[in-house]
T-cell receptor, first 113, second 112 residues
């Protein structure tokens, strides 16, 4: 069964520190992997999209990596800000069909002063 | 551009009532989807559409109907609300299956 797992479930860091969130998946055949940021009470917003051939993608202070061989991805946040407090969701798509999009449960990040 | 809009933001229903959640997008996207988000779980696909006049079921379609008469609108109908349908519902659109999805602000539904 296709699955997406994320760790940790939640994380608290001090403002200005870096952090890394993990995503492991078993989706096959693989199409792309996306990271979304979801603020409380809002819809998810796309941060990065990576295909099989890409292993790094940056969006400002957010850098996503992908190892398609081990089926692992990470999202690194540099110099965290209070506004980074949110849920970060890893989403993996199968190559075959639009409806085969698997959402991970998310990592809840709290950045404190 | 307004992006993806959803109405209402909040709704309380009694068991057995029916209602329609509205979703509209102004980006001329062909692909639209409805998801529900429950605590501790990833978003789950209810129904999706790859263009006007075309809809299909996702992972959890039971109890919901959709239609796509125009490119812009993709309403979700709850036929006979049940407490298990208490959730936050998100509509999303994208240009195609490989591009990023744009999500609406969500509708928080409570069924008593």
């Amino acid at each position: 069964k296709n699955q997406v797992e994320q760790s940790p479930q939640s994380l608290i860091i001090l403002e200005g520190k870096n952090c890394t969130l993990q995503c492991n998946y078993t989706v096959s055949p693989f199409s792309n992997l996306r990271w979304y940021k979801q603020d409380t009470g809002r819809g998810p917003v796309s941060l990065t999209i990576m295909t099989f051939s890409e292993n790094t993608k940056s969006n400002g202070r957010y850098t996503a990596t992908l190892d398609a061989d081990t089926k692992q991805s990470s999202l690194h946040i540099t110099a965290s800000q209070l506004s980074d407090s949110a849920s970060y969701i890893c989403v993996v798509s199968e190559r075959t069909s639009y409806d085969k999009v698997i959402f991970g449960p998310g990592t809840s990040l709290s950045v404190i002063p | 551009n307004a992006g993806v809009t959803q109405t209402p933001k909040f709704q309380v229903l009694k068991t057995g009532q029916s209602m329609t959640l509205q979703c509209a997008q102004d980006m001329n996207h062909e692909y639209m989807s409805w998801y529900r988000q429950d605590p501790g779980m990833g978003l789950r696909l209810i129904h999706y559409s790859v263009g006007a006049g075309i809809t299909d079921q996702g992972e959890v379609p039971n109890g919901y109907n959709v239609s796509r008469s125009t490119t812009e609108d993709f309403p979700l109908r709850l036929l006979s609300a049940a407490p298990s349908q208490t959730s936050v519902y998100f509509c999303a659109s994208s240009a195609d299956m490989y591009n990023e999805q744009f999500f609406g602000p969500g509708t928080r539904l409570t069924v008593l």
